[in-house]
């Protein structure tokens, strides 16, 4: 669920239909969504007030049309949804993805833990040796694993983020006995090939939301052990001072999906060149508004700025997954 203008109607018509549902229906819904989901719905929930009959109606007549057209078109729903992610996505994103999707049985107890807030993951693994710690980690999206890592000790933090970067895989013999350390309720069959998790760009999408201070030190000490290792994760990093490189039809449709004060404090903490660029793809009438706003906005804190320039690159994300951004650094060089 991103951000942008048509996904917060989307969570709105979501809530509406939750809420037309009743109590017992929407929490048998609920079961079924990913914890963010849960949370984004929720929140949606929670904001709204006067609904109109028109909108009600609206959103029920388009659900019974979608609900309408769903039929079982495939016998075997596995094998079509990897036939479908590979030729969507290549066969190395696919396959993470295949991994994450089918998995299902294999990591129950580990999965449980996205249920549960930063500090209580991190007093669960507190003890636990780095590299157990890197093998569940890399179960988590990457916000809440740097959220977790936050809350380490620096020499821990680093610990845990070279073995990250060293990971190339899960065998499913010791997927299952991490399983069982974590929770005792594994109750799936062995893989036939072990999960491809963790490595370099894993690292460096973590490292991408630790912000720049932990991103040095962790940086620093992989260099000493690895300079090659070191290397490999800054080449799969992509920062926000990185957007500068986007080309101007990517900016243009990077404007599309960011709020207008979430951009402005996001430019407070931005290159100079950065910012040009951001003007040179606007409307004249909108750059000269955006340049105002920048001028009348008064101090911001730094902690609300690195948020703000966060979120946006999740959304920088999204547009790459989509085919929307192109990310190319320094000659011809691609950023994953």
Do not use: C
């Amino acid at each position: 669920m991103a951000s942008g203008n048509m996904d917060e109607r989307g969570l709105e018509s979501a809530a509406i239909l939750m809420m037309s549902l009743g109590e017992e229906q929407a929490a048998e819904v609920f079961k079924h969504l990913a914890p963010k989901e849960v949370q984004r719905l929720g929140e949606t929930i929670a904001r709204m007030k006067a609904v109109t009959r028109e909108r009600v109606d609206e959103v029920l007549e388009k659900f019974t049309v979608v609900a309408a057209s769903e039929q079982m078109l495939v016998a075997d729903n596995n094998e079509y949804v990897k036939a479908v992610l590979r030729k969507a996505l290549g066969e190395e994103k696919a396959n993470l993805l295949i991994d994450r999707i089918l998995q299902g049985s294999d990591v129950t107890g580990i999965e449980s833990l996205k249920w549960m807030d930063p500090t209580s993951v991190a007093e669960l693994l507190r003890n636990e040796h780095p590299q157990i710690v890197a093998a569940i980690l890399v179960h988590l999206e990457f916000d809440q694993a740097s959220d977790v890592l936050k809350l380490f000790t620096e020499r821990q933090r680093n610990e845990v983020m070279v073995r990250i970067a060293t990971l190339d895989g899960i065998q499913p013999l010791a997927l299952r006995d991490l399983n069982e350390v974590m929770s005792k309720v594994l109750a799936g069959g062995d893989r036939s090939r072990k999960s491809v998790l963790g490595g370099a760009k894993t690292a460096a999408e973590i490292l991408n939301m630790l912000g720049s201070a932990v991103e040095t030190s962790v940086l620093d000490f992989v260099r000493e052990a690895d300079a090659d290792l070191a290397q490999k994760i800054m080449d799969n990093m992509f920062t926000f001072d990185d957007v500068e490189k986007i080309d101007d039809k990517g900016i243009q449709a990077l404007m599309k999906e960011v709020q207008s004060e979430s951009l402005v404090i996001a430019l407070k903490g931005a290159t100079p060149g950065l910012r040009e660029k951001i003007f040179k793809n606007m409307s004249s009438r909108a750059a000269e508004t955006l340049k105002e706003d920048l001028e009348s906005r008064g101090p911001v804190r730094l902690s609300e700025v690195e948020a703000e320039q966060k979120e946006l690159l999740k959304i920088v994300r999204r547009l790459v997954d989509e085919g929307q951004i192109v990310l190319a650094g320094g000659g011809d060089e691609q950023f994953v």
